[in-house]
Each structure stands twice: as structure tokens, then as C-alpha cells.
């Protein structure tokens, strides 16, 4: 079975680097992967490329060509590989229907909430027989990079609402290309695993108190149906990745696995508690 993973999120959670660890990950395994960079705006890889919008168009030309800011250019590059998606089919046809690959997709949140473009994208590899799992990625925490590289910008954990909101985008992906999905929190090895616990744990509570607290009784009948809806659906649920821990890389590939083999009729459940015995 052709199998890729569609790797998606808000910029700078960390998809690059997940692509190349995934990579490695498989590797060790066993298993080939080819990574395809979607992002028209990438300047430079860690990882192999195995082929690259850029050669069919880039954010920079865009933007020089037609005079669009970062954000249009962006949008043009997407819906211009949709028009030329022959391109993309061409160069997997040279492939074997057991590659797997995995798409480095562009940080641009509207690209998965609202925009047609990626579910063109995975309506075309379906057609072509992948079986394709969404991978939304959500930082636990987010950095500044520039001037001060890696420097810790804000904490998702001092502030549950940043949570939430990236709780709520990764909904509103997996809504708009109704794929198999995982979502991944990143950068699980910056923070105690107690505290990501409180958040992923829906029996701890602590969201929802921290949301009461933080805000006015008028929003409290919304926090509590937002709350109740992370709780009670294990699609929303999110694996924590710790890139440095191979074990935490094989649990975030293994939800994936799952995801690609049973898909829809895949029953809701905790995912932690799934591999536990494992
Ligand atoms: N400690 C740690 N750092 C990470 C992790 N993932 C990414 N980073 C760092 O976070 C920064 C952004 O990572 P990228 O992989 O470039 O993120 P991205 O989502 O591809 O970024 P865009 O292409 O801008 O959307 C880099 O400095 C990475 O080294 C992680 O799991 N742990």
C-alpha cells in the first residue's frame, strides 16, 4: 500500500524537524521513507529531499514576479501546484507502490481551516491510491527565531488558552480534510512530564479550571463545551513527541499506523492507554 504522511501545523512547531525524524526514526526500522517539501518558502533542509515545490514554484519569484506580499505569494504557490498537480504525479509515479513518503507542508494555518488547496491535494493522492494520515502539530512550547535564535518565546504552559487554540485549529483540520489524523505535540523534551500530563490528562481538570479562572462568567458555558469537547473525543487528543526519545518517536508512529490501517472506524479511546502494554 502507497502510504504518506500529510505534516501540517502552525509555524514553527516544529514540522521540518519532525520530518527529518521521522525519517530517521524509520530508517532504523527498516523502513524508506522520501520526504517532499511543500513549503514554497523553505530556504534549507536537514533532511533529504526527495523532491521540492520549489522546483515547480517559489514563494520568492512569486513575490518579486507579481508583487505579492509572503501570505499571497504563499496562497498563489499552493493553488498553482493544484492547477499543475501532474507535476507532483509525474514524480511519484517513479516511485513503488511501497514508498512511503511524508509531505513537509507550509505553516500557513489557513492552508488547513478554510482554503480548498490541501484537500485538493489529499483528493489527488487518494486517487492515486495513498492511503494518507494528517499529522497536526502543536508546540508545546514556541520559539522566536532571528535575532535571538532559540530563544523560549511564551510558555503554552503558563497559558491553557494558547492550548486550546491550538486544540481548536487542529479540529478545524481535521474537519476540513476529513483524513486519518494524529495530532503531535512537539518540543515535549523543554517540559517537565508532569505538567504535559495535566494537559493531555482529561481527568486532571486542570483546563478547565484554568479557563474559568482566567476569564468572565459570560465565557464560562463556552469553555466548558470546548473543554468537554477535548475531553470527550480521543481524535482530538494529542501524543506527546519527545524528539530525543526514540520510544516516544515509534508511539507517535505507531498512532500513525493505526490511523492509515483502520482510519475512520478506528473507536475512540484514549491514546496512551492503546499502546500502554506494548
Ligand atoms: N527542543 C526541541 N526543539 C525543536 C523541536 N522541534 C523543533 N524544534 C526547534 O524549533 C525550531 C523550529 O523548528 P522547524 O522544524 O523549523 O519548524 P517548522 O514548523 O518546520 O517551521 P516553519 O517551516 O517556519 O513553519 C527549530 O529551531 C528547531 O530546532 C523539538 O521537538 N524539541
Redesign the pocket.
Known amino acids: 500500500m502507497r502510504c504518506c504522511q500529510i505534516v501540517m501545523?502552525?509555524?514553527?512547531?516544529?514540522?521540518?524537524?519532525?520530518c527529518k525524524n521521522m525519517h530517521e526514526h524509520c530508517a532504523t526500522t527498516g523502513r524508506m521513507t522520501y520526504i517532499v517539501n511543500l513549503?514554497p518558502a523553505?530556504d534549507n533542509f536537514d533532511y533529504p529531499v526527495a523532491f521540492d515545490i520549489r522546483d515547480l514554484i517559489s514563494l520568492e519569484d512569486v513575490m518579486e514576479e507579481l508583487g505579492y506580499g509572503p501570505n499571497g505569494g504563499l496562497v498563489y504557490c499552493m493553488e498553482y501546484l493544484i492547477q499543475n498537480l501532474d507535476w507532483l504525479q509525474d514524480l511519484l509515479v517513479e516511485y513503488s507502490d511501497d514508498d512511503y513518503f511524508i509531505f513537509?507542508c507550509?505553516?500557513q494555518i489557513e492552508l488547513y481551516s478554510h482554503l480548498p488547496v490541501m484537500k485538493s491535494l489529499c483528493s489527488a493522492l487518494s486517487d492515486w491510491g495513498f492511503a494518507i494520515c494528517g499529522v497536526y502539530?502543536v508546540?508545546f512550547f514556541s520559539?522566536i527565531?532571528g535575532l535571538m535564535?532559540?530563544q523560549i518565546d511564551s510558555l503554552f504552559i503558563s497559558d491553557p488558552s494558547k492550548f486550546i487554540s491550538g486544540v481548536l485549529c487542529s479540529l478545524s483540520a481535521m474537519v476540513q480534510l476529513e483524513l486519518p489524523h494524529v495530532n503531535v505535540l512537539?518540543?515535549?523534551?523543554?517540559a517537565d512530564e508532569q505538567e504535559i500530563e495535566k494537559y493531555l490528562d482529561p481527568s486532571s481538570g486542570y483546563l478547565l479550571e484554568s479557563l474559568t479562572q482566567a476569564t468572565n462568567d459570560k465565557w464560562q458555558p463556552l469553555s466548558r463545551a470546548v473543554c468537554n469537547v477535548i475531553n470527550d473525543y480521543s481524535m482530538v487528543a494529542f501524543v506527546p513527541?519527545?524528539?530525543t526519545d526514540e520510544d516516544s518517536m515509534e508511539v507517535v508512529l505507531q498512532h500513525i499506523d493505526h490511523a492509515i490501517n483502520y482510519g475512520e472506524d478506528m473507536e475512540p479511546k484514549e491514546p496512551k492507554d492503546e499502546f500502554a502494554d506494548e
Not at 512537539?186 to 523543554?190: F, N, P, S
Open positions: 501545523g502552525p509555524a514553527g512547531t516544529g514540522k521540518s524537524t519532525y513549503d523553505a513537509d507550509p505553516g502539530l508546540g520559539y527565531r535564535p532559540r512537539t518540543k515535549c523534551d523543554l513527541m519527545n524528539i
